[in-house]
């Protein structure tokens, strides 16, 4: 496929609002229990700053 081929049904808005499949979707490291609270806390966090989910180890 050439890379013009590829780029014909982009849609610009897309860019100023991707969907969630789009977003950050940062690593969450718990090195430890977690707190539901501070869990809560974070996720509201991650949602505020625009993140599309996240993956948790």
């Given amino acids: 496929m050439?890379?013009?081929e590829r780029?014909?049904?982009?849609?610009?808005?897309?860019?100023?609002?991707p969907s969630a499949a789009y977003r950050?979707?940062?690593w969450w490291f718990w090195?430890?229990?977690m707190e539901p609270e501070v869990?809560?806390?974070?996720?509201?966090?991650m949602d505020?700053?625009?993140?599309?989910g996240f993956y948790v180890t």
């Fill in 39 to 45: 869990m809560r806390e974070q996720i509201a966090l």
């Fill in 48 to 52: 505020e700053a625009g993140c599309g």
């Fill in 31 to 33: 090195n430890g229990a």
């Fill in 2 to 4: 050439l890379a013009d």
């Fill in 24 to 26: 950050l979707q940062p």
């Fill in 7 to 17: 780029y014909d049904n982009l849609d610009p808005t897309e860019f100023a609002d």
